[in-house]
C-alpha cells in the first residue's frame, strides 16, 4: 500500500505539466555549407488550457526558434516568435511560408533518415522532447 501512495504522489505532478501533441515532424536537409535548417509539424493542444511553448534548445543546434515568414513591402521576411501559445483543442502547423522552427548551426551534417532532438519548454516549467526526422 506504501508503494502505491508512494507512486501516486510522484506521477501526481507530471499530471499538471503541459503536453502537446506532434506530427508529421521534419527537418529540411540542405548541403552542410548552409548553417540553417527549417524544421516542420502539426502541433495540437489536447488539454482544456492553452499551453505556451517559451523557449526551445537542442544539442543538435547552436539555437533553436520559432519564426513567421511574412510579406512586408514586397519582400519576404522571417521574424522570430519570442513565445507561442496554442489555445486549448487547437492544432498549429508549421509549415513551409508561414511558421516554422529555424534550426541554426548544425552541429553535425544532416542527413535524409537521421533524427534530431528539440526540448520543448512551456511557461509552467515543465518540458517535452520533440523529435525531428530529417527529409531531402
Known amino acids: 500500500m506504501q508503494r502505491f501512495f508512494l507512486l501516486l504522489v510522484l506521477l501526481l505532478p507530471a499530471t499538471g505539466f503541459a503536453q502537446l501533441e506532434f506530427s508529421d515532424a521534419w527537418i529540411k536537409n540542405l548541403p552542410a555549407a548552409v548553417p540553417v535548417r527549417a524544421g516542420y509539424l502539426t502541433i495540437h493542444n489536447p488539454r482544456s488550457r492553452a499551453v505556451s511553448i517559451v523557449a526551445l534548445h537542442s544539442e543538435a543546434f547552436a539555437s533553436v526558434e520559432i519564426h513567421q515568414t511574412r510579406m512586408q513591402d514586397g ?3 522571417m521574424d522570430p516568435v519570442p513565445n507561442m501559445t496554442i489555445a486549448p483543442g487547437a492544432t498549429v502547423h508549421l ?3 508561414g511558421l516554422h522552427l529555424m534550426l541554426m548551426q548544425p552541429a553535425q551534417p544532416t542527413r535524409p533518415g537521421e533524427v534530431r532532438r528539440i526540448t520543448i519548454e512551456f511557461d ?4 517535452q522532447t520533440l523529435e525531428l526526422t530529417v527529409r531531402k
Open 75 to 77: 519582400m519576404m521576411r
Open 95 to 97: 509549415a513551409p511560408g
Open 124 to 127: 509552467d516549467g515543465s518540458m
